[in-house]
């Protein structure tokens, strides 16, 4: 057995079919008032409809979340929260509710309860990103981690099959890298083995039955899995690149992991062989990055960057950005590995299965 370090984080998770009805019970626990409900413009009808849960004690509705939240979105919704008094955020929805929940506790300290609805894990980390002057910049702190998490699978049944996949595959990314991070630990390397296989047989049963609850619950169940990794532990380059990828060029983030991570694990695959095997394991395959590729390739998912909307003359400015202040990896990747990164963006870019 090897040294390692484990921290847990205090966090309440209410999980099953159903259980948003318990959502007026669960702000009461967390000692709050006046809830205001964050979402996407697309998601308003399910966010005026927790808000009529709440009754008196909906502050409001904030349905102005985007990708990557725009420090200029975070700086209003802040003012919303105070002008309106509201004593903790109600983030229904994805990754973009999430982390614009996380902005507004970062500033004001406001408890964040989260109702994911997409399986981007985010609701499970103290992980904040904010883009300023196009350029993503991340962080760590504690009270931006959601006190409660309601995970309810009907609220996933309309979550559209391709953007199902997707977000699963970015789920799978937290996972994937958790196991060869610099401080993984066996609970954690549990949980991410646990959580890919669970997404894994999940998304081909969603995209055959989109209406599936029992496979509904696998994805969420795996989502939160993959979400604990990712906030438990480091991530690697698959992460730089998409936040470089993300944040720079404004790449659709569920669609920009799910194109990516084959080819970070291949570049990856020799330096971690342990972490490969364990992938491969979670999906029935007989090579890690190769299984990923055809996971999403099988199920109609994206595999290219230029079908998301990458163009080929920025492949060399991302490599750029991609190799500057690189996180730790297994393989490094600083400024002398540039051209590989170079070629493994054009494979991504081409769609070509993983090198």
Same mark, same amino acid.
């Given at each position: ?8 984080h ?29 979402s ?44 309106l ?9 994805g990754?973009?509710?999430?982390g ?29 990103g ?18 409660t998490?309601?995970?309810d ?18 789920a ?17 390397? @549990?949980? &991410?083995?646990?959580?890919?296989? +669970?997404?894994?047989? *999940? /998304?081909?049963? !969603?995209?055959? =039955?989109? %209406? #599936? ?42 669609e ?10 291949a ?24 299984? @990923?590729? &055809?996971?999403?390739?099988?199920? +109609?998912?994206?595999? *290219? /960057?230029?079908? !998301?909307?990458? =163009?080929? %003359? #920025? ?31 054009q ?9």
């Amino acid at each position: 057995m090897r040294d390692f370090i484990y921290t847990s984080h205090p966090q309440r998770v209410v999980f099953g079919a159903g259980s948003l009805r318990h959502l007026v019970r669960e702000i009461d626990a967390l000692g709050a008032r006046r809830a205001l409900v964050l979402s996407t413009p697309g998601q308003r009808g399910q966010a005026e409809r927790v808000a009529d849960m709440l009754g008196a004690r909906a502050a409001g509705i904030f349905d102005r979340a985007v990708m990557h939240v725009p420090i200029e979105t975070a700086r209003e919704a802040r003012e919303v929260a105070r002008r309106l008094g509201a004593d903790c955020a109600v983030a229904l929805g994805g990754g973009s509710t999430t982390g614009l929940g996380k902005a507004i506790a970062l500033d004001s300290g406001l408890p964040i309860l989260a109702i994911p609805t997409t399986y981007a894990g985010s609701e499970m980390t103290p992980i904040y990103g904010l883009t300023e002057a196009g350029l993503k910049k991340t962080g760590k702190d504690p009270r931006v981690l959601p006190r409660t998490v309601i995970y309810d699978p009907e609220l996933s049944r309309g979550l559209p099959v391709g953007l199902s996949v997707t977000s699963g595959i970015n789920a799978i990314a937290h996972a994937a890298e958790g196991l060869y991070a610099q401080d993984s630990n066996p609970v954690m390397d @549990l949980m &991410a083995q646990e959580g890919i296989a +669970a997404i894994a047989r *999940a /998304l081909p049963a !969603i995209r055959l =039955r989109p %209406e #599936d609850i029992e496979a509904r619950a696998d994805a969420l169940y795996g989502a939160w899995l993959c979400g604990s990794v990712l906030g438990s532990v480091g991530m690697a380059l698959h992460h730089k690149l998409c936040h470089t990828l993300g944040g720079s060029f404004n790449l659709p983030h569920a669609e920009v992991h799910t194109v990516v991570l084959p080819h970070a694990i291949a570049f990856n695959a020799e330096a971690a062989p342990r972490a490969m095997a364990r992938i491969a394991r979670a999906l029935d395959a007989g090579s890690a990055a190769q299984g @990923l590729y &055809a996971l999403a390739r099988d199920n +109609a998912a994206p595999v *290219a /960057l230029r079908d !998301i909307g990458m =163009r080929a %003359e #920025d492949l060399d400015r991302a490599a750029d950005l991609a190799v500057s202040n690189p996180y730790w990896n297994p393989r490094p990747f600083g400024p002398a590995e540039r051209d590989a990164i170079r070629a493994l963006l054009q494979r991504a870019f081409d769609g070509d299965p993983p090198g």
